[in-house]
């Protein structure tokens, strides 16, 4: 009989590229370090937790673990439950510590967003209180790259490289039918945080280069400074390539594409269409008088691991690592960072901060990351990225020219754990 | 002084992640099969030829031709100008004509699809009803594979890898947020062939794997079809994803994104917005009553060189030099194509076919190759396809971790061929 006791890792929020390879190194180090009996995987998140829905992480082939690396978004599941306050949704947390008890779980390992910080907390705080035995540790992850405390999350790096990468292959396609004043717009994810959308500055490294004009979140937008920057880069140019983060705001702070009003509805009247991307088309084609078009990489983006980071996947395993580490020495209610050392050379070790900080933080480009036009990156933005986009993932490739991704044999795919939705 | 003619190599119609490839070996079998001058690349197509547009590529430095197999989209730069008649447009044709003479152009290679194959056919004929010397010789090229005469088309193989990619990605995604019934959309190109979107079966190897659906418009599309077909396969996964080409068509063959009218004008009237990815999600959302996202890919899949197939990038370099051998072996008027050898293993050789054969083809995907129901493909499509994403395509990485393209010294970005438009 194993005395040591069990472990829980989960997952949690929108997907990456590399939120597997963090599971990986939570697995890893939890069936090495000599202090952890079984790995359990809650499926979906805290929603396996709530529903008793584990599966045996340990018991799985060592070739399935590893593969996790090459693997994109979230191998044991994910969800968007966010639990409400201890006092609201009591009931909830009360039945996850007795889940842990009923499968001597001391260790929950949380991969996820600040929401996801936030549940780790309070559970946390109120094992504590009930004298239940609980190390609850996070696992910084999201292509957003808005959490605080930490100088980069595991996610942003590949979907850096990704979006870079695709604003470099679409500007030269905007430039090979330069034939007269064209537009590209290539919209990206960020509804708070303009960080991919900054990112996509790297593949600028030419005057002629894509992206001509980047628009974030933080930097007010309107439809007449989109107008007069088109004109202008087209006077210039003849072509011009826009990146959008999906979540631009006018000077009042309102969503530009709810704000008018004028795409919101649908003939149906009720269901919002369309984002960024068609309305800057829509103003452009209208207002410029040229022919625009717009790709929208959605989740493509996020789960591009054709094209993720190799320095993105090694830190997120190391993050996976450290977590465990941390909590089998005697730390609780932390969340691992990431520390960029100081220094020419990109140096990057981890470290900790209170789960509470995290889950009450947010971190979004600064002022001085975006040029004094709100329309493009500075040169501090890139010198921030550039390191996180270095190398390439490796991915194997299947016989038929098509990667190779796992699944856990012991994780059912669970339908509908709509009951808690 | 050389007293051997000359050559020009142009590009024409929608960028390929592989036109440059075959650029390449037209440019590199012109430069050593010794009975060619020099090789003059024609800005952006046909409208070069007429605008006087032409540099000199026989100058360019090796590695800058060398690097054309790993830029995406035209290098030359292309065009969307059809020429008309020759009736109706005699005096563009005799332009050409004119500048052909004016700088000892024996040889026009022109890499387009059926408009350019018309193209370089009339070319032709006038030049030979006029005495002039001269031969033109086609090069297949477009990713909606929809060319005649050929087994496939380069280009094709790439975009197919890549949206088959897309679609594995993707539908991890999907799957990793399944807590309850939910719904991806993947917009491809395809305004008439479904090609691009029957690759993604290639994706779909068991059967929770993406995509669960695909559409294409050679088969009729309804919504209500739409709608029956997701609840089935809801019923059975609790989650659904969706590959839809850009050109569905009802059972008239009008595009749905038109037909009812439902999301073709905005609030000013005038602008169509979005598309099937957009109406797809909307419908769904409205009749099933679930959460459905869609990503649009857009110019990204034609010109992804970061994930394109060795096989295309390697057919599409043989196809540019067999244009020159064909060309210097006295043929004319023909356009290369893709003859797939008989036998268990894939073997591709090139062949021949008249100009305006091409010209007046057009090849959909066959009845044999979309299941009964008209939501899938068969295997024989995925046996068609399989050969042709095989491989990954080199790409060679900067110090910034990100790809590098060439750009020809000698051709500037010619701003406003307008005139001809």
């Known amino acids: ?36 009996g079984k790995v359990f995987g809650a499926t979906n998140g805290i929603l396996g937790v709530l529903k008793e829905e584990l599966f045996d992480i340990s018991a799985e082939k060592p070739e399935t673990i590893e593969g996790l690396k ?46 996801s910080m936030d549940t780790a907390d309070k559970v946390n705080k109120l094992a504590a209180e009930s004298g239940q035995s609980l190390v609850c540790m996070g696992v910084p992850k999201t292509v957003d790259n808005d959490l605080a405390c930490t100088d980069h999350c595991p996610g942003y790096g590949s979907v850096a490289k990704y979006v870079a990468t695709c604003a470099m292959e679409a500007g030269r396609d905007t430039e090979a039918l330069y034939t007269h004043d064209t537009c590209t717009i290539l919209e990206v994810m960020g509804r708070n945080a303009g960080w991919i959308a900054a990112a996509t ?34 006077k210039e ?25 004028a795409f919101s509805k649908d003939s149906f009247g009720h269901i919002q269409l369309g984002g960024v991307g068609d309305m800057l088309k829509a103003v452009i084609e209208k207002e410029v008088g040229i022919k ?10 996020r789960s591009a691991m054709h094209c993720a980071s190799l320095t993105d996947v090694n830190e997120a395993y190391m993050c996976g690592r450290a977590a465990v580490k941390a ?14 050392e100081e220094g020419p050379e990109y140096k990057c070790r981890t470290g900790l901060a209170e789960l509470s900080d995290v889950a009450n933080g947010e971190k979004k480009v600064p002022k001085e990351y975006i ?7 500075t040169e501090a933005m890139l010198d921030y990225v550039r390191p996180l986009v270095m190398g390439e993932a490796p991915v194997r490739m299947g016989a038929d020219g098509l990667p190779v991704f796992m699944r856990f044999e012991r994780r059912a795919l669970q339908k509908k754990l709509a009951a808690y939705m």
């Open 1 to 36: 009989m194993d005395s040591k006791p069990n472990a829980i890792v989960a997952q949690s929020g929108g997907p990456t590229a590399v939120i597997n390879s963090s599971a990986c190194g939570v697995i890893e180090e939890a069936m090495s370090c000599g202090k952890i």
């Open 70 to 115: 090459q693997t994109p978004a979230a191998a044991i599941g994910s969800c968007r439950y966010k639990l409400k306050s201890l006092e609201d949704s009591r009931g909830d947390y009360e039945r996850i510590l007795d889940v842990f008890k009923a499968h001597d779980i001391h260790y929950f390992f949380y991969a996820g967003g600040n929401d």
């Open 201 to 234: 500055g790297l593949a600028h490294r030419s005057p002629e280069d894509a992206p001509h004009l980047i628009y974030v979140p933080e930097a007010a937008f309107s439809f007449d400074k989109l107008v007069s920057d088109v004109k202008e880069v087209l």
């Open 237 to 261: 140019l003849g072509m011009v390539f826009i990146v959008a983060g999906e979540g631009l705001k006018d000077e009042s702070g309102n969503y530009v594409t709810t704000a008018t009003g």
């Open 292 to 301: 625009a078009r717009f790709n929208k990489l959605g989740t493509n983006q």
């Open 327 to 340: 909590a089998v020495a005697g730390e609780n209610g932390k969340m691992v960072t990431l520390v960029r």
């Open 371 to 377: 040029n004094d036009r709100g329309n493009g990156v």
